[in-house]
């Protein structure tokens, strides 16, 4: 129960959290044209991952995204008691 309800969160926080971030900017063009990829396989899948090709910077921004996307959700206090929960 408590896993839906912070899956639940997830999906509604991750777009909000990356529609208005902005992370830091490296100059030079090697650090915004060299792209490196990895295979991402969610957790418990069968099937084949997702291929993400990403620049440093981008894969840092990913990184603080999903930080403080944890952080939201595990501060979230739930307004209501169930009484197995209380």
């Excluded at 959290?17 to 899948?45: F, H, I, L, N, Y």
């Amino acid at each position: 129960m408590i896993a839906r309800i912070i899956s639940a969160l997830a999906v509604i926080a991750v777009p909000v959290a990356v529609q208005g971030a902005e992370g830091p900017r490296r100059t030079g063009p090697a650090a915004q044209t060299k792209r490196t990829c990895d295979v991402e396989t969610p957790t418990g899948s069968r099937l084949g991952g997702v291929r993400r090709c990403r620049t440093a910077d981008e894969r840092e921004v990913h990184k603080q995204e999903a930080r403080q996307t944890v952080d939201r959700i595990q501060a979230w206090k739930p307004s209501f008691c169930v009484p197995p929960l209380c």
